[in-house]
Protein backbone atom coordinates (compact mmCIF):
# COMPACT_ATOMS: atom_id res chain seq x y z
CA UNK A 1 0.00 0.00 0.00
CA UNK A 2 0.96 3.30 -1.23
CA UNK A 3 0.27 6.82 0.57
CA UNK A 4 1.39 10.10 -0.23
CA UNK A 5 0.98 13.91 -1.55
CA UNK A 6 2.72 14.85 -5.04
CA UNK A 7 2.33 17.58 -7.55
CA UNK A 8 4.34 19.17 -10.32
CA UNK A 9 5.49 22.42 -8.84
CA UNK A 10 6.15 25.56 -11.53
CA UNK A 11 8.99 25.18 -13.81
CA UNK A 12 12.39 26.65 -13.40
CA UNK A 13 15.50 26.63 -14.80
CA UNK A 14 17.73 25.87 -11.56
CA UNK A 15 16.24 22.60 -11.52
CA UNK A 16 18.32 19.81 -10.95
CA UNK A 17 17.21 16.66 -13.06
CA UNK A 18 19.75 14.17 -10.97
CA UNK A 19 17.84 15.11 -7.53
CA UNK A 20 14.00 14.43 -6.50
CA UNK A 21 12.43 16.23 -3.88
CA UNK A 22 10.15 13.63 -3.11
CA UNK A 23 10.67 12.84 0.55
CA UNK A 24 10.41 8.77 1.62
CA UNK A 25 8.48 7.79 4.88
CA UNK A 26 8.12 3.85 6.04
CA UNK A 27 5.13 4.11 8.41
CA UNK A 28 5.77 7.77 9.09
CA UNK A 29 9.22 6.90 9.82
CA UNK A 30 11.88 9.28 6.95
CA UNK A 31 13.61 7.19 4.96
CA UNK A 32 15.12 9.73 2.55
CA UNK A 33 14.40 13.05 1.00
CA UNK A 34 16.81 11.69 -2.59
CA UNK A 35 15.49 8.15 -3.03
CA UNK A 36 14.88 8.38 -6.83
CA UNK A 37 14.99 4.69 -7.54
CA UNK A 38 11.24 5.03 -6.17
CA UNK A 39 9.86 8.18 -8.70
CA UNK A 40 9.82 6.73 -12.12
CA UNK A 41 12.38 8.67 -14.02
CA UNK A 42 9.94 10.96 -16.03
CA UNK A 43 8.17 12.19 -13.05
CA UNK A 44 11.58 12.85 -11.15
CA UNK A 45 10.23 16.36 -11.20
CA UNK A 46 7.49 16.01 -8.90
CA UNK A 47 7.13 16.85 -5.08
CA UNK A 48 5.87 15.80 -2.15
CA UNK A 49 6.33 12.77 -0.12
CA UNK A 50 5.36 8.52 0.16
CA UNK A 51 4.78 6.29 3.13
CA UNK A 52 4.67 3.07 2.17
CA UNK A 53 5.21 -0.17 4.44
CA UNK A 54 7.00 -1.84 1.62
CA UNK A 55 10.28 -0.22 1.62
CA UNK A 56 12.62 -1.18 4.27
CA UNK A 57 14.02 1.62 7.11
CA UNK A 58 17.65 0.66 5.93
CA UNK A 59 18.00 -0.04 2.50
CA UNK A 60 21.02 0.11 -0.23
CA UNK A 61 19.94 1.76 -3.56
CA UNK A 62 21.04 -1.15 -5.12
CA UNK A 63 18.64 -3.01 -3.39
CA UNK A 64 16.19 -0.41 -4.10
CA UNK A 65 17.13 -0.91 -8.11
CA UNK A 66 16.37 -4.28 -8.11
CA UNK A 67 13.19 -4.91 -5.80
CA UNK A 68 9.95 -6.40 -6.83
CA UNK A 69 7.95 -3.73 -4.32
CA UNK A 70 9.96 -0.72 -5.64
CA UNK A 71 9.19 -1.56 -9.32
CA UNK A 72 5.36 -1.98 -8.16
CA UNK A 73 5.61 1.21 -6.50
CA UNK A 74 6.52 2.72 -9.67
CA UNK A 75 3.87 1.39 -11.69
CA UNK A 76 1.41 2.86 -9.02
CA UNK A 77 3.11 5.91 -8.64
CA UNK A 78 2.84 6.17 -12.49
CA UNK A 79 -0.74 5.09 -13.13
CA UNK A 80 -1.79 7.61 -10.43
CA UNK A 81 -0.25 10.56 -11.99
CA UNK A 82 -1.87 9.31 -15.22
CA UNK A 83 -5.39 8.56 -14.45
CA UNK A 84 -5.39 12.12 -12.82
CA UNK A 85 -4.06 13.59 -15.88
CA UNK A 86 -6.94 12.61 -17.70
CA UNK A 87 -9.43 13.45 -15.15
CA UNK A 88 -8.44 17.23 -15.01
CA UNK A 89 -7.85 17.02 -18.76
CA UNK A 90 -11.58 15.69 -18.99
CA UNK A 91 -13.08 17.53 -16.06
CA UNK A 92 -10.73 20.96 -15.84
CA UNK A 93 -9.55 21.29 -18.78
CA UNK A 94 -8.64 25.27 -18.64
CA UNK A 95 -6.71 24.23 -15.20
CA UNK A 96 -5.15 21.12 -17.38
CA UNK A 97 -4.56 24.02 -20.07
CA UNK A 98 -3.15 26.40 -17.83
CA UNK A 99 -0.61 24.14 -16.21
CA UNK A 100 0.20 22.32 -19.08
CA UNK A 101 3.83 24.35 -19.98
CA UNK A 102 4.78 23.36 -16.56
CA UNK A 103 4.26 19.79 -17.26
CA UNK A 104 4.47 19.19 -20.98
CA UNK A 105 7.64 18.12 -20.97
CA UNK A 106 7.74 15.40 -18.30
CA UNK A 107 4.47 14.39 -19.73
CA UNK A 108 5.93 13.52 -23.17
CA UNK A 109 8.97 12.23 -21.99
CA UNK A 110 6.92 9.56 -20.01
CA UNK A 111 4.49 8.73 -23.04
CA UNK A 112 8.03 8.30 -24.79
CA UNK A 113 9.83 5.83 -22.11
CA UNK A 114 6.42 4.26 -20.51
CA UNK A 115 4.22 2.00 -22.91
CA UNK A 116 1.30 1.99 -19.95
CA UNK A 117 1.97 5.89 -19.27
CA UNK A 118 1.13 6.57 -23.33
CA UNK A 119 -1.46 4.43 -23.21
CA UNK A 120 -2.96 5.96 -20.17
CA UNK A 121 -2.43 9.72 -21.11
CA UNK A 122 -2.52 9.45 -24.83
CA UNK A 123 -5.70 11.27 -25.51
CA UNK A 124 -4.76 14.05 -23.17
CA UNK A 125 -1.58 14.92 -24.93
CA UNK A 126 -1.76 18.02 -26.20
CA UNK A 127 -0.12 20.19 -28.65
CA UNK A 128 -0.47 24.18 -29.94
CA UNK A 129 -2.14 25.08 -33.47
CA UNK A 130 -3.55 27.71 -35.28
CA UNK A 131 -6.89 26.72 -35.03
CA UNK A 132 -8.79 29.19 -33.05
CA UNK A 133 -12.17 28.28 -33.13
CA UNK A 134 -12.29 25.52 -30.62
CA UNK A 135 -13.42 27.20 -26.90
CA UNK A 136 -12.85 23.73 -24.91
CA UNK A 137 -8.99 24.04 -26.08
CA UNK A 138 -8.13 28.08 -25.52
CA UNK A 139 -5.99 28.38 -22.55
CA UNK A 140 -3.73 31.05 -20.98
CA UNK A 141 -1.08 30.85 -23.35
CA UNK A 142 -2.63 29.95 -26.56
CA UNK A 143 -5.04 27.74 -28.36
CA UNK A 144 -4.49 23.96 -28.45
CA UNK A 145 -5.63 20.42 -29.48
CA UNK A 146 -5.12 16.62 -29.53
CA UNK A 147 -3.93 15.08 -32.44
CA UNK A 148 -7.05 12.79 -33.11
CA UNK A 149 -9.27 16.19 -32.88
CA UNK A 150 -6.45 17.61 -35.47
CA UNK A 151 -7.00 14.74 -37.52
CA UNK A 152 -10.91 14.93 -38.06
CA UNK A 153 -11.17 18.39 -38.50
CA UNK A 154 -9.04 18.30 -41.33
CA UNK A 155 -9.68 15.33 -42.86
CA UNK A 156 -11.52 16.67 -45.87
CA UNK A 157 -8.76 19.14 -46.66
CA UNK A 158 -5.52 17.10 -46.13
CA UNK A 159 -6.61 13.51 -45.03
CA UNK A 160 -3.64 11.91 -43.49
CA UNK A 161 -1.02 15.09 -43.20
CA UNK A 162 -0.14 16.83 -40.55
CA UNK A 163 1.44 20.51 -41.16
CA UNK A 164 3.34 21.50 -38.30
CA UNK A 165 6.61 24.46 -36.96
CA UNK A 166 9.36 23.50 -35.66
CA UNK A 167 10.05 27.42 -34.88
CA UNK A 168 6.95 29.60 -35.48
CA UNK A 169 9.36 32.69 -35.65
CA UNK A 170 12.33 31.34 -38.05
CA UNK A 171 9.18 29.75 -40.36
CA UNK A 172 6.58 32.99 -39.62
CA UNK A 173 6.96 33.51 -43.67
CA UNK A 174 5.66 30.15 -44.00
CA UNK A 175 2.94 30.08 -41.29
CA UNK A 176 1.13 33.28 -43.17
CA UNK A 177 1.20 30.75 -46.06
CA UNK A 178 -0.90 28.17 -44.52
CA UNK A 179 -2.94 30.61 -42.89
CA UNK A 180 -4.12 32.54 -46.03
CA UNK A 181 -5.15 29.02 -47.03
CA UNK A 182 -7.20 28.24 -44.28
CA UNK A 183 -4.44 25.54 -43.28
CA UNK A 184 -4.53 24.09 -39.64
CA UNK A 185 -0.69 24.10 -38.72
CA UNK A 186 0.28 22.44 -35.16
CA UNK A 187 3.43 23.50 -33.01
CA UNK A 188 5.93 21.30 -32.18
CA UNK A 189 8.70 23.22 -30.54
CA UNK A 190 9.42 21.79 -27.52
CA UNK A 191 13.14 20.32 -27.11
CA UNK A 192 11.92 17.05 -26.80
CA UNK A 193 9.14 17.12 -29.75
CA UNK A 194 11.48 15.91 -32.26
CA UNK A 195 12.54 12.87 -30.76
CA UNK A 196 8.35 12.17 -29.63
CA UNK A 197 7.42 12.75 -33.48
CA UNK A 198 9.21 10.26 -34.47
CA UNK A 199 9.18 7.85 -31.64
CA UNK A 200 5.77 8.06 -31.05
CA UNK A 201 3.62 9.97 -33.45
CA UNK A 202 4.73 8.41 -36.68
CA UNK A 203 4.69 5.24 -35.03
CA UNK A 204 1.53 5.11 -34.08
CA UNK A 205 0.00 6.61 -37.14
CA UNK A 206 2.38 4.96 -40.00
CA UNK A 207 -0.38 5.91 -42.47
CA UNK A 208 -0.28 10.27 -41.70
CA UNK A 209 2.39 12.20 -42.70
CA UNK A 210 4.45 14.89 -41.03
CA UNK A 211 5.47 17.52 -43.01
CA UNK A 212 6.66 21.05 -41.82
CA UNK A 213 6.13 23.92 -43.17
CA UNK A 214 9.34 24.58 -45.32
CA UNK A 215 9.41 21.29 -46.35
CA UNK A 216 8.68 20.88 -50.27
CA UNK A 217 4.55 20.44 -49.47
CA UNK A 218 4.55 24.23 -49.48
CA UNK A 219 4.97 24.09 -53.27
CA UNK A 220 1.74 22.29 -53.92
CA UNK A 221 -0.09 25.61 -52.17
CA UNK A 222 0.31 27.32 -55.39
CA UNK A 223 -2.32 28.00 -57.93
CA UNK A 224 -2.66 25.85 -61.02
CA UNK A 225 0.13 27.54 -63.59
CA UNK A 226 -1.73 28.52 -66.78
CA UNK A 227 0.25 28.35 -70.34
CA UNK A 228 2.54 30.92 -70.86
CA UNK A 229 3.64 33.19 -73.59
CA UNK A 230 6.60 32.45 -75.18
CA UNK A 231 8.67 35.30 -76.10
CA UNK A 232 9.15 35.53 -80.06
CA UNK A 233 12.69 37.30 -79.61
CA UNK A 234 14.46 34.97 -76.71
CA UNK A 235 12.16 32.06 -77.48
CA UNK A 236 11.36 31.25 -73.79
CA UNK A 237 8.45 32.02 -71.17
CA UNK A 238 8.77 34.83 -68.30
CA UNK A 239 9.57 32.03 -66.41
CA UNK A 240 11.65 30.28 -68.21
CA UNK A 241 13.92 33.69 -67.73
CA UNK A 242 13.49 34.56 -64.61
CA UNK A 243 14.46 30.93 -63.54
CA UNK A 244 17.57 31.77 -65.47
CA UNK A 245 18.28 35.14 -64.05
CA UNK A 246 18.12 33.97 -60.19
CA UNK A 247 20.46 31.07 -61.69
CA UNK A 248 23.14 33.37 -62.83
CA UNK A 249 22.80 36.29 -59.80
CA UNK A 250 23.39 33.22 -57.18
CA UNK A 251 25.90 31.03 -58.94
CA UNK A 252 25.32 27.88 -56.82
CA UNK A 253 24.57 24.74 -58.32
CA UNK A 254 23.32 23.19 -55.29
CA UNK A 255 20.41 25.91 -55.06
CA UNK A 256 17.84 24.49 -56.93
CA UNK A 257 15.32 27.47 -58.47
CA UNK A 258 11.48 26.81 -58.26
CA UNK A 259 8.56 28.92 -59.56
CA UNK A 260 5.31 28.88 -58.41
CA UNK A 261 2.55 31.18 -57.97
CA UNK A 262 0.95 31.79 -54.12
CA UNK A 263 -1.20 33.86 -53.15
CA UNK A 264 0.07 37.15 -51.88
CA UNK A 265 -1.73 39.09 -49.23
CA UNK A 266 -0.64 42.57 -48.73
CA UNK A 267 2.99 43.96 -49.76
CA UNK A 268 4.87 42.47 -46.67
CA UNK A 269 4.47 38.86 -48.11
CA UNK A 270 7.42 37.38 -48.84
CA UNK A 271 8.98 37.41 -52.84
CA UNK A 272 10.72 33.44 -52.18
CA UNK A 273 10.95 30.95 -49.39
CA UNK A 274 13.86 28.72 -48.76
CA UNK A 275 12.19 24.88 -48.58
CA UNK A 276 14.06 21.70 -47.56
CA UNK A 277 13.22 18.29 -49.05
CA UNK A 278 12.55 15.66 -46.36
CA UNK A 279 15.62 13.94 -46.09
CA UNK A 280 17.49 17.37 -45.94
CA UNK A 281 14.58 18.39 -43.05
CA UNK A 282 15.12 15.52 -41.14
CA UNK A 283 19.19 15.48 -40.96
CA UNK A 284 19.23 19.19 -39.91
CA UNK A 285 16.53 18.24 -37.11
CA UNK A 286 19.38 15.69 -36.37
CA UNK A 287 22.39 18.06 -36.22
CA UNK A 288 20.31 20.28 -33.94
CA UNK A 289 19.88 17.94 -31.25
CA UNK A 290 23.55 17.48 -31.01
CA UNK A 291 25.43 19.36 -28.00
CA UNK A 292 27.31 22.23 -29.21
CA UNK A 293 26.15 22.39 -32.92
CA UNK A 294 24.18 24.94 -33.56
CA UNK A 295 21.41 24.36 -36.28
CA UNK A 296 21.70 25.75 -39.80
CA UNK A 297 20.66 25.64 -43.21
CA UNK A 298 22.00 23.18 -45.41
CA UNK A 299 23.63 24.30 -48.27
CA UNK A 300 21.26 21.82 -50.91
CA UNK A 301 18.32 23.77 -50.56
CA UNK A 302 15.15 25.28 -52.89
CA UNK A 303 14.28 28.84 -53.51
CA UNK A 304 10.83 29.05 -54.45
CA UNK A 305 10.22 32.19 -55.98
CA UNK A 306 6.41 33.47 -56.17
CA UNK A 307 5.82 34.43 -59.44
CA UNK A 308 2.69 36.65 -58.60
CA UNK A 309 4.36 38.62 -56.06
CA UNK A 310 4.81 42.25 -57.61
CA UNK A 311 8.62 42.31 -56.70
CA UNK A 312 8.83 39.47 -58.81
CA UNK A 313 6.50 40.62 -61.56
CA UNK A 314 8.60 44.29 -61.55
CA UNK A 315 12.00 42.31 -61.48
CA UNK A 316 10.51 40.41 -64.87
CA UNK A 317 9.73 43.50 -66.46
CA UNK A 318 13.29 44.90 -65.76
CA UNK A 319 14.59 41.68 -67.10
CA UNK A 320 12.71 41.95 -69.80
CA UNK A 321 13.66 45.46 -70.77
CA UNK A 322 17.47 44.31 -70.33
CA UNK A 323 16.77 42.08 -73.15
CA UNK A 324 15.37 44.67 -75.17
CA UNK A 325 17.40 47.54 -74.79
CA UNK A 326 20.84 45.20 -73.37
CA UNK A 327 21.80 47.65 -70.92
CA UNK A 328 24.22 46.40 -68.54
CA UNK A 329 23.62 48.55 -66.02
CA UNK A 330 19.93 47.01 -65.92
CA UNK A 331 20.98 43.63 -66.01
CA UNK A 332 23.54 44.21 -63.19
CA UNK A 333 20.47 45.53 -60.84
CA UNK A 334 18.15 42.82 -61.84
CA UNK A 335 21.23 40.38 -60.81
CA UNK A 336 21.18 42.53 -57.18
CA UNK A 337 17.68 42.05 -56.88
CA UNK A 338 17.59 38.13 -57.21
CA UNK A 339 20.49 38.29 -54.77
CA UNK A 340 18.41 40.35 -52.35
CA UNK A 341 15.37 38.36 -52.37
CA UNK A 342 17.12 35.10 -51.73
CA UNK A 343 19.09 36.91 -48.89
CA UNK A 344 15.79 38.11 -47.50
CA UNK A 345 14.24 34.17 -47.52
CA UNK A 346 17.63 33.36 -45.62
CA UNK A 347 17.02 36.30 -43.09
CA UNK A 348 13.80 35.06 -42.52
CA UNK A 349 14.84 31.89 -41.61
CA UNK A 350 18.02 32.58 -39.86
CA UNK A 351 20.16 31.27 -42.15
CA UNK A 352 22.44 34.20 -42.30
CA UNK A 353 25.86 34.16 -40.43
CA UNK A 354 28.54 36.71 -40.17
CA UNK A 355 29.86 36.69 -43.43
CA UNK A 356 26.77 36.06 -45.57
CA UNK A 357 25.58 39.18 -43.25
CA UNK A 358 28.05 41.81 -44.42
CA UNK A 359 27.65 40.52 -48.29
CA UNK A 360 23.73 40.95 -47.44
CA UNK A 361 24.69 44.98 -46.34
CA UNK A 362 27.34 45.63 -48.74
CA UNK A 363 24.81 44.48 -51.63
CA UNK A 364 21.74 46.43 -49.73
CA UNK A 365 23.57 49.46 -49.95
CA UNK A 366 24.52 48.90 -53.66
CA UNK A 367 21.15 48.15 -54.81
CA UNK A 368 19.83 51.45 -52.64
CA UNK A 369 22.71 53.52 -54.32
CA UNK A 370 21.66 52.17 -58.08
CA UNK A 371 17.65 52.43 -57.42
CA UNK A 372 18.28 56.10 -56.21
CA UNK A 373 20.91 57.16 -59.23
CA UNK A 374 19.64 59.41 -61.41
Known amino acids: MVKGILYFPKAKLDWDPNKTQVKLFCNRVFVSDNCKEVIPEFLLRLRGIIDSPDIPLNVSRSFLQGDRRVRKIQEYISKKVGDHLVKMFEDDRPAYLKAWKDIEPFVKFGVMTDEKFKERVKDALVFGTTHTGDGDFSGEFGHYTTLAAYLERNREKHADKVYFTSDAVAQATHLDLYRARGLEVLTLDAPIDGYLRTAVLEADHKEVKFLRVDAEEVATLGAEKQGEIVDPTTNQTRGDRLQALFQDALNDSRIKIRL ?115
Open 260 to 374: ERLPVEDSGSPPAFILLDETTRRLQEMQSLMPDRPPTLPENKILMVNEDHPLVQNLAELERGVIVGSSSNKRETALLLCQHIFDLALLAQRGLDVDKTKAFLTRSSQLLARLTDR
